[in-house]
């Protein structure tokens, strides 16, 4: 059973990025990547996305990761801390640690990716 089933599927998958993207946004350290950005378009990219990434239907079509990302200067600080709030989120919403785990895993494996500023 893929991580995507485990965690509910389509369903749990939409809650966990409409309570994400609301932690996001309201974080003071990364709010000004979301600044001007249409959040609902990106929802539906991030379902997508994620539902993809976790084993479920390759519904996907966006751009990759790194072309998404190129311009962004996202720094390795902002990327923890995002995945800290999908950690969180997906803990609140019933997720076992077992999953939160892979998950984690699999985003650490997209840092290359997405990280795009050097902080010294």
Same mark, same amino acid.
């Given at each position: 059973?893929?991580?995507?089933?485990?965690?509910?599927?389509?369903?749990?998958?939409?809650?966990?990025?409409?309570?994400?993207?609301?932690?996001?946004?309201?974080?003071?350290? =990364? @709010?000004?990547?979301?600044? /001007?950005?249409? #959040?609902?378009?990106?929802? !539906?990219?991030?379902? $997508?996305? =994620? @539902?993809?990434?976790?084993? /479920?239907?390759? #519904?996907?079509?966006?751009? !990759?990761?790194?072309? $998404?990302?190129?311009?962004?200067?996202?720094?390795?600080?902002?990327?923890?801390?995002?995945?800290?709030?999908?950690?969180?989120?997906?803990?609140?919403?019933?997720?076992?640690?077992?999953?939160?785990?892979?998950?984690?895993?699999?985003?650490?494996?997209?840092?290359?990716?997405?990280?795009?500023?050097?902080?010294?």
């Amino acid at each position: 059973m893929s991580v995507y089933d485990e965690i509910g599927g389509a369903p749990a998958v939409k809650a966990a990025v409409t309570v994400f993207y609301d932690r996001v946004t309201a974080d003071p350290e =990364l @709010a000004e990547w979301f600044e /001007g950005v249409d #959040l609902k378009r990106l929802k !539906g990219h991030q379902r $997508a996305f =994620l @539902a993809a990434a976790l084993g /479920g239907p390759e #519904l996907f079509s966006g751009r !990759g990761l790194d072309a $998404a990302h190129a311009d962004l200067r996202i720094t390795s600080e902002a990327f923890d801390a995002v995945v800290e709030h999908l950690v969180v989120t997906l803990h609140d919403l019933g997720s076992s640690d077992d999953i939160v785990s892979r998950v984690r895993v699999r985003l650490e494996g997209l840092r290359g990716d997405i990280v795009t500023a050097v902080t010294v």
